[in-house]
């Protein structure tokens, strides 16, 4: 696996590559980035901005929410993978938000994977981007590019590989990288053709190089 060093020479790489990483969610508030985020699991970006405005129109607060008909809010989402349970997970949401939380969202982990439809990796995208606290989510690209290029165990299951990150990274970049990951893999280290031809990182990626004889 790669070093501390050179897990930190791969990300400045990629930090060089997308200087620019951010969110790619629409939204404007952490209850916005909260529900685009439940929405997106098993989905695009793409999908769900295409969605949410005319969701965040209808309805633009926990209460509204938590108010609407669940029918309502499938015609809302329904160009967007698995909406009939996600429409459920949304509105028991923002019924919980209410409940328990004044209508606010939560800022801490332990809190937030207590709403339906909120797993770690959402968690931890809420934490980073609306509240600003160090997080790394693992998606499938970060989970590609770390395995990819040796930073983790390629048996590492998701919860090893952001141990084994937030070990190799220190705290204050956490967010940074997590997005910068997330545009390496989304945009240049593609699951089924990744860009080893012109990759900077070819020189340091056993898998790349293992591509690059075979053709």
């Given at each position: 696996?790669?070093?501390?060093?050179?897990?930190m020479e791969a990300i400045e790489i990629m930090y060089d590559m997308f200087p620019d990483a951010a969110c790619e969610l629409t939204h404007k508030s952490p209850f916005q980035l909260?529900?685009?985020?439940?929405?997106?699991?098993?989905?695009?970006?793409?999908?769900?901005?295409?969605?949410?405005?005319?969701?965040?129109?209808?309805?633009?607060?926990?209460?509204?929410?938590?108010?609407?008909?669940?029918?309502?809010?499938?015609?809302?989402?329904?160009?967007?993978?698995?909406?009939?349970?996600?429409?459920?997970?949304?509105?028991?949401?923002?019924?919980?938000?209410?409940?328990?939380?004044?209508?606010?969202?939560?800022?801490?982990?332990?809190?937030?994977?207590?709403?339906?439809?909120?797993?770690?990796?959402?968690?931890?995208?809420?934490?980073?981007?609306?509240?600003?606290?160090?997080?790394?989510?693992?998606?499938?690209?970060?989970?590609?590019?770390?395995?990819?290029?040796?930073?983790?165990?390629?048996?590492?299951?998701?919860?090893?590989?952001?141990?084994?990150?937030?070990?190799?990274?220190?705290?204050?970049?956490?967010?940074?990288?997590?997005?910068?990951?997330?545009?390496?893999?989304?945009?240049?280290?593609?699951?089924?053709?990744?860009?080893?031809?012109?990759?900077?990182?070819?020189?340091?990626?056993?898998?790349?190089?293992?591509?690059?004889?075979?053709?």
């Open positions: 696996m790669l070093s501390k060093e050179k897990t909260l529900i685009a985020v439940i929405l997106s699991a098993q989905a695009t970006d793409v999908s769900v901005n295409k969605a949410t405005p005319a969701l965040f129109a209808a309805y633009p607060t926990p209460a509204a929410l938590a108010q609407a008909p669940v029918e309502d809010i499938i015609q809302k989402i329904k160009t967007i993978g698995l909406y009939r349970n996600k429409a459920k997970n949304i509105k028991a949401c923002a019924v919980q938000l209410l409940d328990q939380f004044d209508g606010k969202v939560p800022e801490t982990r332990e809190e937030l994977v207590t709403l339906p439809g909120v797993g770690r990796k959402t968690a931890n995208v809420v934490m980073g981007d609306a509240f600003g606290e160090p997080a790394i989510a693992v998606d499938t690209h970060v989970e590609r590019v770390s395995k990819r290029l040796r930073i983790c165990k390629l048996d590492a299951n998701v919860m090893e590989v952001e141990q084994t990150l937030m070990r190799k990274i220190p705290k204050e970049l956490w967010v940074k990288t997590h997005h910068t990951m997330i545009f390496f893999g989304r945009y240049h280290c593609l699951a089924r053709n990744p860009k080893c031809d012109i990759c900077p990182l070819l020189y340091m990626c056993q898998e790349g190089k293992t591509r690059m004889s075979a053709k």
